[in-house]
């Protein structure tokens, strides 16, 4: 049964892997016959929408103090996101809505709505806001799930930017929109890891709300790396991510720096500029800034590793399952559901922030013979926009 899919995602433009994610999903959904309506906020930067009049108005919470109030009321659901919500049910007429990275700039208002006009609403969990109200399991760049159980922990820490203000917002937040409430609006939960699921378990969600589904790779790019021929490696690996403190970029370049293989960086971010003069002297270590879907798709097929040296409980990484349909094998740390994605004869975990056990780890890949056919064809069959679909149309039959 093909239905008729309202996707909701904060923003229509590639600002993140959420966005990138949902956006991608309203393609693949149209691409077989789904009709599609998409939700967001107004911004200047979001792509063209026959459904951008719907959307809801813009907010900020860097603004003065009329700004950050609107944005505040935004968070619980009051100021002109019902309406523009309800309206657009109301011409669209979803069967389901499915909803993707909704806090703040948009709110779980939209649930609740949604469920009032009978859709089936499914969410896709891209990262741990549900679990941690600071959204990022980490405290002093060390995992933490002491809010899993007790939300207040993130206003007595002020988790959320170290600030008093922010961190009491996200704790008012995490209290109207409990788990509770979320579950009574929500008919699934689609966790794109394992451990994604294992920790909204611990953190007392219903396990039969709980659908592990992993993420896919763009149609145009999956044609991409399946036309790229993986005989043809150079004597490099890459890292293609944001360059942030909660990545392990700065463990990875220290252990580059001792290496005397070519580390080739792709990605921007706050990072970026430090690390770049840290690292001005080492030339076996080339920045390559924010490249294209081309420009990600060449140095990946053309690599004979990639690392991914996260220090914290990443999700589905788009890094890594892009790196095995190119055929190259991934360095992972042992973090989140990177371990899930990788096998002996993909790739090798490490354990984070571990220095030597990383060195070991990118020694062991330069004198490995990978079998860079057969991982590229595993990949392909595992991430496939067709598997994905397949699996997703199970979780909105259910």
């Given at each position: 049964?093909?239905?008729?899919?309202l996707i909701?995602n904060?923003?229509?433009?590639?600002?993140?892997?959420?966005?990138i994610?949902?956006?991608?999903?309203?393609?693949l959904?149209?691409?077989?016959?789904?009709?599609?309506?998409?939700?967001?906020?107004?911004?200047?930067e979001?792509?063209?929408?026959?459904?951008?009049?719907?959307?809801?108005?813009q907010?900020?919470?860097?603004?003065?103090?009329?700004?950050?109030?609107?944005?505040?009321?935004?968070?619980?659901?009051f100021?002109?996101?019902a309406?523009?919500?309800?309206?657009?049910?109301?011409?669209?007429?979803p069967d389901?809505?499915?909803?993707?990275?909704?806090?703040?700039?948009l709110?779980?208002?939209?649930?609740?709505?949604a469920?009032?006009?009978?859709?089936?609403?499914?969410w896709?969990?891209?990262?741990?806001?549900?679990?941690?109200?600071?959204?990022?399991?980490?405290?002093d760049?060390a995992s933490?799930?002491?809010?899993?159980?007790?939300?207040?922990?993130?206003?007595?820490?002020?988790c959320?930017?170290?600030?008093?203000?922010?961190?009491?917002?996200?704790?008012?937040?995490?209290?109207?929109?409990?788990?509770?409430?979320?579950?009574r609006y929500?008919?699934?939960?689609i966790?794109?890891?394992?451990f994604?699921a294992?920790k909204m378990?611990?953190g007392g969600?219903?396990?039969?709300?709980?659908?592990v589904l992993?993420?896919?790779?763009?149609?145009?790019?999956?044609d991409?790396?399946?036309?790229?021929p993986?005989?043809?490696?150079?004597?490099?690996?890459?890292?293609?991510g944001?360059?942030?403190?909660?990545?392990g970029?700065?463990?990875?370049?220290?252990?580059?720096?001792q290496?005397p293989y070519?580390?080739?960086?792709?990605?921007?971010?706050?990072l970026?500029?430090?690390?770049?003069?840290?690292?001005?002297?080492?030339?076996?270590?080339?920045?390559?800034?924010?490249?294209?879907?081309?420009?990600?798709?060449?140095?990946?097929?053309n690599?004979?590793c990639?690392?991914?040296?996260?220090e914290?409980?990443?999700n589905?990484?788009?890094?890594v399952?892009?790196?095995?349909?190119a055929?190259?094998?991934?360095?992972?740390?042992?973090?989140?559901?990177?371990p899930?994605?990788?096998?002996?004869k993909?790739?090798?975990?490490?354990t984070?922030k571990?220095?030597?056990d990383?060195?070991?780890?990118?020694?062991?890949?330069?004198?490995?013979?990978?079998?860079?056919s057969?991982?590229k064809?595993d990949?392909l069959?595992?991430?496939?926009?067709?598997?994905?679909?397949?699996?997703?149309?199970?979780?909105?039959?259910s």
């Open positions: 049964m093909k239905h008729r899919v909701v904060k923003f229509y433009y590639n600002r993140g892997g959420d966005c994610a949902a956006i991608n999903l309203e393609n959904l149209r691409a077989n016959g789904y009709e599609v309506a998409f939700f967001a906020m107004k911004y200047p979001n792509f063209d929408s026959q459904y951008s009049t719907y959307f809801a108005s907010v900020e919470f860097s603004g003065g103090v009329a700004s950050k109030i609107a944005a505040a009321k935004r968070i619980f659901g100021g002109d996101i309406d523009s919500f309800e309206k657009l049910l109301r011409d669209f007429r389901v809505v499915h909803l993707n990275n909704i806090h703040s700039y709110s779980p208002i939209v649930a609740k709505i469920k009032r006009h009978h859709c089936r609403v499914v896709t969990m891209h990262d741990y806001k549900l679990l941690c109200p600071a959204y990022s399991c980490l405290r760049n933490c799930e002491l809010c899993f159980h007790c939300k207040s922990r993130v206003l007595k820490l002020r959320m930017k170290n600030s008093l203000a922010a961190s009491a917002l996200a704790y008012l937040e995490a209290l109207r929109w409990n788990r509770k409430v979320l579950e929500t008919d699934a939960f966790c794109p890891s394992r994604m294992l378990t611990s969600f219903n396990p039969d709300k709980l659908k992993c993420n896919f790779v763009d149609p145009m790019k999956l991409r790396f399946r036309n790229m993986v005989a043809n490696r150079q004597p490099y690996y890459c890292y293609v944001r360059l942030s403190q909660e990545k970029v700065a463990t990875m370049l220290e252990v580059a720096s290496l070519e580390l080739r960086v792709a990605g921007d971010g706050p970026a500029a430090q690390l770049r003069s840290r690292y001005a002297h080492c030339a076996n270590i080339r920045f390559l800034g924010r490249l294209d879907a081309d420009g990600v798709s060449s140095l990946l097929g690599a004979l990639s690392v991914i040296p996260s914290w409980y990443e589905n990484p788009l890094g399952i892009e790196s095995l349909c055929g190259t094998p991934v360095i992972g740390a042992r973090n989140g559901g990177i899930e994605l990788i096998n002996q993909s790739g090798i975990i490490f984070p571990d220095v030597n990383l060195k070991d780890a990118i020694t062991q890949a330069f004198s490995h013979d990978w079998n860079h057969a991982i064809a990949a069959r595992l991430f496939s926009p067709e598997q994905h679909l397949k699996q997703l149309s199970e979780v909105y039959n």
